[in-house]
């Protein structure tokens, strides 16, 4: 089992910046490629960022690109989701996500499915 605790949520108003961070402990953290998704009321959950084992591989949603910056630190078994401009509809509860081995292809980055293991989450409320 990998358990996945993020934090760094908040309450911010638009325009603002939040540094959301993933602890990881139970497994490889190396092993696992990460990803970030949110969930908003009456949405499905969606895909806002992921990342490879080494860094080397970044993928962002467009509604995301440019505002936002995917990192991890594997001596610190952690991840982090750096967000800019933030928007209200960034509104949503934001869980990071981990899938064993190196994603083949991007798209595969984007589903839910893929991803084994799931943090409980943390709320990001942007005000207008």
């Known amino acids: 089992q990998m358990q996945l605790v993020e934090s760094g949520g908040g309450l911010v108003q638009a325009g603002g910046s939040l540094r959301l961070s993933c602890a990881a402990s139970g497994r490889t953290f190396s092993s696992y490629a990460m990803g970030w998704f949110r969930q908003a009321p009456g949405k499905e959950r969606e895909f806002v960022a992921g990342?490879?084992?080494?860094?080397?591989?970044?993928h962002y949603a467009d509604s995301v690109k440019g505002r936002a910056t995917i990192s991890r630190d594997n001596a610190k078994n952690t991840a982090s989701l750096q967000m800019y401009s933030l928007k209200p509809e960034d509104t949503a509860l934001y869980y990071c996500?981990?899938?064993?081995?190196?994603?083949?292809?991007?798209?595969?980055?984007?589903?839910?499915?893929?991803?084994?293991?799931w943090g409980q989450g943390t709320q990001v409320t942007v005000s207008s």
């Open positions: 990342i490879s084992w080494n860094s080397g591989i970044l």
């Open positions: 996500a981990a899938q064993l081995g190196t994603p083949a292809y991007e798209t595969t980055y984007y589903s839910p499915a893929n991803y084994r293991y």
